[in-house]
């Protein structure tokens, strides 16, 4: 078996239909969606197909769907529209597992006057949402809960966040890019003001994400130019990669029972070998709701980073939520935020599945783990010692 690719949480593999729809506006199909003429109007009317179908899969009106360039383009303009209108500087709420596009951009706004508050998670990797509720203030401009954290796979209890929020008239931003496509997602049951989407995550192209605004609530444009998305985000659409986006949406609409399911059972049967495979291995948040798809797990003795790399010269891609900077191998905020020591969360590793892997492909990504494990753990005496 060549390669196993188990970081399906960093991007997915192209759905056939999503390469389907992008395919005749990399070729023989071309136009600006905004030109009046027959070419432009194709490509507009493939614009709003994908918003269409990006809807139905958010339970959606097409015309609250705003299409971005990124997830990260997409939680950058909320913080921005919120943060840019409010006159002085007031009080951002969020949990302390956000995604680095929300997170640094909170950090950005503490530096220019921003109060910020983060909430950690339990050592089930959930934040509670009563520790949520009782950070809320009356200066809150708004608050950020994910749906699923893309490091650990943890469902967060947004509905109940976005209850109290509502009762107090703040917005909340529920970045979604992880669970779409993997579970049901329905904006109706978020509850919550702003939703983000990328298509990447579940089996669509690159450079495709959606911000979902409910009727009523405002949003300003962060990029601003030519009146596109009704004047919501300016910049000439990617029709390509907007097709795909739609595609894999209404894939996904299809799918979606069979994914959960299909998932599941790629992940279980990985977490259910595991022990034996690498004795002492954990599993973060096993009793947690998590996503179907998302292992992350903790493997005492080895330092994540160097099994990483062994596992990539084997030919399996998996993930640490490591960070590098300056030469060093930082830990996961997440993990340390969960309340992980630094050495446990530097042995950590996150294998995320997609609807393109196979059984044997866990089986064999288990085999060489086993041996790479247990490799790490005779040549690296320091990991050694600092698992002890
Ligand atoms: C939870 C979450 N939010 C946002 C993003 C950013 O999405 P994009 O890669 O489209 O910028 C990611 C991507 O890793 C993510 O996992």
């Given at each position: 078996m060549a390669f196993v690719y188990l970081d399906n949480n960093a991007t997915t593999p192209l759905h056939p239909r999503a390469r389907e729809a992008m395919l005749p506006w990399l070729g023989e199909r071309h136009g600006n969606?905004?030109?009046?003429?027959r070419f432009g109007q194709a490509a507009r009317n493939a614009v709003e197909e994908a918003r269409e179908q990006v809807a139905l899969l958010l339970g959606a009106r097409a015309a609250e769907v705003v299409f971005t360039a990124s997830g990260t383009e997409a939680n950058n303009a909320v913080l921005a529209h919120v943060t840019g209108g409010a006159g002085r500087p007031g009080h951002l709420l969020l949990s302390a597992v956000e995604h680095p596009s929300i997170r640094e951009m909170a950090l950005r706004l503490a530096r220019l006057g921003w109060e910020v508050t983060r909430v950690s998670p339990g050592a089930d990797g959930v934040v509670p949402a009563d520790a949520m509720r009782a950070a809320l203030?009356?200066?809150?401009r708004l608050v950020a809960l994910m749906?699923?954290?893309?490091?650990?796979?943890t469902l967060q209890p947004v509905p109940e966040v976005a209850q109290a929020c509502r009762a107090r008239g703040i917005p909340l931003l529920c970045d979604a890019v992880q669970a779409v496509g993997k579970i049901p997602v329905d904006v109706d049951e978020l509850g919550a003001d702003y939703v983000t989407v990328g298509a990447h995550k579940f089996h669509g192209p690159l450079g495709a994400a959606a911000l979902w605004v409910r009727a009523g609530v405002e949003i300003s444009p962060y990029l601003v130019g030519g009146g596109q998305e009704r004047r919501r985000r300016a910049g000439t659409e990617n029709v390509a990669a907007l097709a795909g986006f739609g595609a894999a949406a209404a894939a996904a609409m299809d799918e979606l029972a069979h994914r959960t399911a299909y998932l599941a059972a790629l992940r279980d049967r990985f977490e259910a070998a595991l022990p034996q495979r690498a004795p002492g291995a954990l599993v973060h948040?096993?009793?947690?709701?998590?996503?179907?798809?998302t292992s992350h797990i903790a493997l005492p003795g080895v330092e994540g980073e160097s099994l990483l790399i062994r596992l990539d010269v084997e030919g399996i891609a998996v993930s640490t939520g490591s960070a590098c900077s300056s030469g060093t191998v930082e830990p996961s905020k997440t993990l340390l935020a969960m309340g992980l020591s630094r050495d446990e969360a530097l042995s950590s590793l996150r294998v995320s599945f997609g609807m393109m892997n196979r059984a044997e492909e866990v089986d064999h990504a288990l085999d060489v783990l086993a041996r790479e494990v247990a490799e790490l753990r005779r040549v690296a005496p320091v990991a050694e010692a600092a698992a002890r």
């Amino acid at each position: 078996m060549a390669f196993v690719y188990l970081d399906n949480n960093a991007t997915t593999p192209l759905h056939p239909r999503a390469r389907e729809a992008m395919l005749p506006w990399l070729g023989e199909r071309h136009g600006n969606p905004s030109s009046i003429h027959r070419f432009g109007q194709a490509a507009r009317n493939a614009v709003e197909e994908a918003r269409e179908q990006v809807a139905l899969l958010l339970g959606a009106r097409a015309a609250e769907v705003v299409f971005t360039a990124s997830g990260t383009e997409a939680n950058n303009a909320v913080l921005a529209h919120v943060t840019g209108g409010a006159g002085r500087p007031g009080h951002l709420l969020l949990s302390a597992v956000e995604h680095p596009s929300i997170r640094e951009m909170a950090l950005r706004l503490a530096r220019l006057g921003w109060e910020v508050t983060r909430v950690s998670p339990g050592a089930d990797g959930v934040v509670p949402a009563d520790a949520m509720r009782a950070a809320l203030r009356t200066d809150t401009r708004l608050v950020a809960l994910m749906l699923a954290n893309n490091e650990l796979g943890t469902l967060q209890p947004v509905p109940e966040v976005a209850q109290a929020c509502r009762a107090r008239g703040i917005p909340l931003l529920c970045d979604a890019v992880q669970a779409v496509g993997k579970i049901p997602v329905d904006v109706d049951e978020l509850g919550a003001d702003y939703v983000t989407v990328g298509a990447h995550k579940f089996h669509g192209p690159l450079g495709a994400a959606a911000l979902w605004v409910r009727a009523g609530v405002e949003i300003s444009p962060y990029l601003v130019g030519g009146g596109q998305e009704r004047r919501r985000r300016a910049g000439t659409e990617n029709v390509a990669a907007l097709a795909g986006f739609g595609a894999a949406a209404a894939a996904a609409m299809d799918e979606l029972a069979h994914r959960t399911a299909y998932l599941a059972a790629l992940r279980d049967r990985f977490e259910a070998a595991l022990p034996q495979r690498a004795p002492g291995a954990l599993v973060h948040c096993a009793g947690a709701p998590r996503l179907p798809n998302t292992s992350h797990i903790a493997l005492p003795g080895v330092e994540g980073e160097s099994l990483l790399i062994r596992l990539d010269v084997e030919g399996i891609a998996v993930s640490t939520g490591s960070a590098c900077s300056s030469g060093t191998v930082e830990p996961s905020k997440t993990l340390l935020a969960m309340g992980l020591s630094r050495d446990e969360a530097l042995s950590s590793l996150r294998v995320s599945f997609g609807m393109m892997n196979r059984a044997e492909e866990v089986d064999h990504a288990l085999d060489v783990l086993a041996r790479e494990v247990a490799e790490l753990r005779r040549v690296a005496p320091v990991a050694e010692a600092a698992a002890r």
